[in-house]
Structure formats: C-alpha cells, structure tokens
C-alpha cells in the first residue's frame, strides 16, 4: 500500500473552496458586462448584440487650416522687400527704402498680399503697413493688379484663422475705398472670395451677460464680415448686391433699403 501525503489546506481546504466560487478573469460581469463594442456603421458587426455604432466623423468645417510658410515670408528673409522697422519715440513704424512711386506694383503689392495669410510678427505688421502705404501713396497702380490679387485673398481666408480672417477683410476694405473702380473690378471673382465669408458671417459668440471685447477693438470676424460686404456694395456698382445676394443669401442691402 502506498501512502498519499496529508492534503495541505490550501489545496484541499478552505481557501481551495472559495477559490471555485470566484468567476474567470475571462468572463464578463459586473461593468464589463454593460460595455458595448464601437463598430463601424454600415458593417455585419453593428447587427449583433451588445455593439453600438460608430457616429461619423466631424466635418470640420470651421477648423483653422494649420500655418505655412508663405513667398513672402521666403522672400522677406532673402532681404528682396526695400522695406525696414523703424523704432521710434511713438511706435514702430515702416521705412522704406526706395520711393513707393517707382515700385513695380505688378511685382511687390500681389506679394504684400501673398502675406495676408501669416498671422505672426513681424510678418503681419510689415503686410498691413505696407498694404496701406502702397494704397495711399499709389492708387492709381492698383486697379490693373487686381486680378493678380484675388489668389493671395483666397488663400488667406481660406486659412479660417480668426487674426488672418480681420487681417484680410481690414485689406480689402483697404483697397476697395482707397482706390477708384477696384470695388468694380472685385465683382466677377465674388465666387472666389465670399463663399468664405458666408461661412463665418453670422458665427458670432454667446457671451451671455458677458461682454466681447472683440468688437471694441476691431477683431471680431463676423462685424467685419458685415462691413466689408456693404463697401464691397457700395463701391461695386449696380451689379454688386445681386452678386453678393447670389453667393450670400442671407445678406440683406445696405443700399437700397
């Protein structure tokens, strides 16, 4: 006869029992057993039991296009702009190097406007002041650039950049009332630049009791929006309300009513 050794109490005793009443780490209870499995839509998956569909995807519609770096700022750090920051006793301000009369507008303002699409400094400051400078002291050169310019435009309000979006709008304000017949001339390429702006024009934010500071100082996108449509009407002839109503249909005239 062969004699067994004694059983040990955890094996045979009771700590061996209660180890039989713990369910398997494989089985699903408790939370687990709630959980359901995402699946994707439209598949075999989301017919079975315990499975909830996948919900699509966000448009993103009004997601900010990540920066780039644009020909201008290539060409501002080559040194090809006669342009420089004057720090002086009141601001800053922008010098340039040759008289603005003799500048080849066809070459210089549609990369002035190349830049519109960079929302850093010192790129923004030189674009705006130099922007202005070109409208203020040559006008007259820039109705034959203007469809050199609607490309720049585009591209910057197609960034959906708040800062580059008042950046833009505050240039074309810029060049529409500073020069004669551009309002006219900006009224064919209305489908290239607005369909932008009827995306942002009544995106204004809920503050509630709250108070945005956006608007006192000049940077709140949709305001802008508003502005820029009526100069654009005002200064586009007879066949500029039709054309922006057609791209904007919830504009209403500043003109004729």
Avoid at 24 to 49: E, H, L, W
Avoid at 56 to 76: E, I, N, Q, S
Avoid at 103 to 112: A, E, I, Q, S
Avoid at 146 to 155: A, G, R, S, T
């Amino acid at each position: 006869m062969v004699l067994l050794p004694p059983c040990t109490p955890d094996i045979c005793g009771k700590d061996f029992r209660n180890s039989l009443k713990k369910p398997s780490p494989n089985y699903p209870y408790g939370d687990k057993a709630k959980k359901c499995r995402v699946v994707p839509a439209f598949t075999i998956q989301a017919m079975q039991k315990n499975t909830k569909v996948m919900p699509p995807p966000k448009c993103g519609v009004y997601d900010p296009l990540p920066p780039k770096p644009t020909m201008f700022r290539r060409c501002y750090q080559r040194g090809e702009f006669p342009v420089s920051i004057e720090f002086t006793s009141v601001g800053k301000r922008l010098t340039w190097k040759v008289p603005i009369e003799k500048l080849d507008f066809h070459h210089y303002l549609p990369m002035f406007f190349d830049g519109l699409a960079e929302g850093t400094y010192p790129y923004n400051f030189i674009v705006e002041r130099g922007i202005n400078d070109l409208v203020t002291k040559g006008s007259y050169k820039i109705l034959p650039v203007v469809p050199q310019l609607i490309i720049p435009i585009k591209n910057a309000l197609a960034t959906k950049r708040p800062s580059v979006l008042c950046h833009a709008l505050k240039c074309i304000q810029m060049i529409v009332t500073g020069s004669d017949r551009v309002g006219e001339a900006l009224v064919p390429y209305y489908r290239q630049i607005l369909p932008t702006l009827n995306l942002f024009k009544d995106r204004n934010r809920n503050m509630g009791s709250g108070i945005d500071h956006t608007t006192t100082r000049g940077e709140n996108v949709a305001d802008l929006i508003e502005d820029t449509l009526q100069i654009l009407e005002r200064y586009g002839g007879p066949d500029a309300f039709i054309n922006i109503k057609y791209m904007i249909p919830t504009y209403e005239s500043c003109v004729l009513n």
